[in-house]
């Protein structure tokens, strides 16, 4: 009888606990969500005079998709294509760089490595992720730079290469962990099953393991390409910010991100310049917000079909 | 209902108002953030019952401090525009008061090893609008020059643009860096590199006398050459106040021209907006 009793009152405080985390992670994602919605409808805002302003249109829309970007002038240029350049320049070369060093060592740690060393080298990486941009920002604009100017005989000390390659140190960490736990989440059965086979270790990680876990994989990636395109303090500093519209990788660049950060400190409210900017924001914004989607519900769903077979 | 801010802020008034007589607001200039900190403290160990807070931010943020009441005083580093005038007189009713507090003189930095004697305001607005790309065109090396300037919001940008570019836009090569301290830097490590800034020193760079013309004669940038105007790209750098100053503003502003103040001025690197020796009494600048 005294069990009986003690099971009732435990399920109904398990209901109440159960109903009362359900309200709480309820309400906590309705504040994170409205956050989001709120940030864009500001910017937005912001960014809505370059279309509905009758003025500000005439002075920004005409120079929009020029090669110039003269916002401070006589008479404003505001072209955004050498932003555009720079951004995609920049963001490649940090991406070539990090992706195969990311995920080859999240497939070595995850299936070559000894235990202790995996042990010892995922915390020390996931510190490196928490490592301020500035500090890396630092590192590329008083080390990086030169040495890679002897390296490829750059003109520019200060150039897209040299804030890609310091851009990748912070979006290693990110595709390193996630493609780390997601090889790990492979469950050991397969790969038992593949070994039963007779397969090698190597035809197992390549062949058996990382298609499974190519989903997660192809999350971290995306991920990290996000860390990157936001970037600001480190392309800032390394990147020599020249509004030049060239595909040259040792040429200086201007992003998106490091354009806003120079510029908003003291632009006047409310000027077409101060508009344009926002624009730009909520360029960046859209362009997270579509890269996101088609991971989350294109390619994810289509990948997982292909190696999970169902 | 009130709100907490409001609350704090009652707080915080009433506390200003039994502990101190009035706190003094200056917002704006990064340039002169550190001059205007320096003078504050100085300041305030001299008369203790005065407070003088400084805030940076940049000159266009003290200019909006300035029309938002937020501030009491403006520092900037370069005259304010039209549009911002404008401002001022709409929300105000009058024009807004402008005191020159120091000067700074912008210098041409190169590499040490750079042999280019001297430049004149005309070579360099060619370097810097893309009509002298090569250091052969000055009688060095055939290379191509790397050239440094500041982003489009500081201050020291738009003045160069003005003094130096007559207007001009600057070419789209020009790398921009943030402060004159990455500039500095820049320069030190590139054999090639130019670049334009504040008075400062550092290792691995040279300072290249200017001249007004080709023909006339190149003049380093001091003391005596800023201060006369004999420097030929030097700037003044500004309080701006949007309404007529209390007692205890136009003491600090008063103080602030002395020659205690100016010479706190030299120690920071500017110069002072006046020799002590012609150094009159600005009061007069303050009552219309």
Redesign the interface.
Known sequence: MPIMQLQSTTSARAERIDFLMRAIILVVATIALSMIFLIFIFTFKEAKDVFFDAETRHEVLPTLFSTNWQPISDSPKYGIIPLLIGTLKTTLIAMVIAVPIGVLAAIYTSCFSPIWFKELIKPVVELLAGFPSVVIGFFALFVLAGFLQSLTGAESRLNALVAGVAMSLTAIPIIFTISEDALSAVPKSIQEASYGLGATKWETAFYITFPTAYPGIFAATILGFGRTIGETLIVLMASGNAAISSWSLIDSARTLTATIGAEMAEVVFGDPHYNVLFLIGTALFLFALILNSIAEFYIKERLMKKFRGS | MKSPLFLLSLLFFLYSCTSREQVITVRGSDTMVALGQKWAEVYMNKFPEETVQVNG?????GI?ALINRTADICQSSRPMKA??HKKIREKFGRDVIEIPVAKDGIVIYVHESNPVAKLSISQIRKIYTGKIQNWKELGWEDK?M?VYGR?????T??FF?KAVLE?E??V???????GTA?IV??VS??KY?IGYGGNAYSQGIRLVPVSRTDSSEAVEANEATVTSGEYPISRDLYFYLAKEPSNALARFIEWVLSDEAQEIVTAQGYFPIKTSKTHTKPTTSLTH
Request: aromatic residues 8%.
């Open positions: 931010g940049g000159s266009g943020t909006a549009s911002e191509r790397i982003e489009n919001s500081s201050g940008y738009e643009k207007g836009d600057f789209d090569y020009v790398q921009t860096l943030p990455a830097n820049a490590k590139d590199a």
